[in-house]
DNA sequence: GCATCTATGTTATGTTGTAACACACATAGC
DNA sequence: GCTATGTGTGTTACAACATAACATAGATGC
């Protein structure tokens, strides 16, 4: 029995999902593509079909205000509570977090409105600890 | 002296956002480009210069999870607290509310991160009460 | 064997967003 | 008047992100 594999991945999804978990940060499906370029890769649907899956599986989010992926920092993740970014546009890093009472107070007014949520997005622009204390 | 105009608006960012406000939903700038080819837009740059503009003012909000653009709900609008939106995948509808305990929590997750932040996304998928009803 | 489902490969296309350069217009300083 | 500066605008070309459509390959179940 594996430990770190809930899903069984495809050799696509296996590449893809160990090009975003090396870089560990955002890449986008261009920039994965050409990665994967020495292992066969030649289009973009290549790629984009298997972070449907890897997203689905809860493996890799979505930043939707990057157009990028990322792989989940829980390792051997398979899923858990909606995540929210906080994202340096200074270097570029990415932190992931699970802010529970945000996401009951987020869900408590959605629940008060009759919408049936599904899924959310949470993204946080700014500047990260270290790039704050040089300068 | 003028109550709705806060900012004194050239003849593009006038025409965009016009073009918004009467939308009442969100519009991709290719979008707004068509309908205003009647008015001499040629180009996807004089969409996205103005876009710039009216976001910058606070007067239009991009929903990034969409690639498109709404103007703000209140109107006459200069600027406000974060605000969030409730988007149906029905029926497109779009909600922008302003979870002002919800950003604070955010805010406090930050500070106690040393992450400077400088604006926030939050972007709820999922159906909304009438499609909810009628569905 | 045959139907069905999933994964994959490939070409072409559609959608979203910018770079680079030129010009018009207003305002401020000389 | 005449420059300098800043901002708004127009235009061409291009870059970056994403999907449609069709074909092939392998596994599973009957
Ligand atoms: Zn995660
Ligand atoms: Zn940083
Ligand atoms: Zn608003
Ligand atoms: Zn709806």
Redesign the interface.
Known sequence: MRTHAQHELTKNQALVYGSLSDAGGPLTAYAILDLLRENGFRAPLQVYRALDKLVEFGMVHRL??LNAFVACSHKGCAGHGSA?F?I??KCGDV?E?T?D??VR??KD??ES?????????????????SC??SG
């Open positions: 939707e205000s929210a906080a340096c546009e932190r977090f802010p009472d945000v107070l987020l007014w959605t409105q009759g919408f049936a949520l599904a899924r959310t997005t949470i993204e946080l622009r700014g500047t990260c600890k704050v204390a």
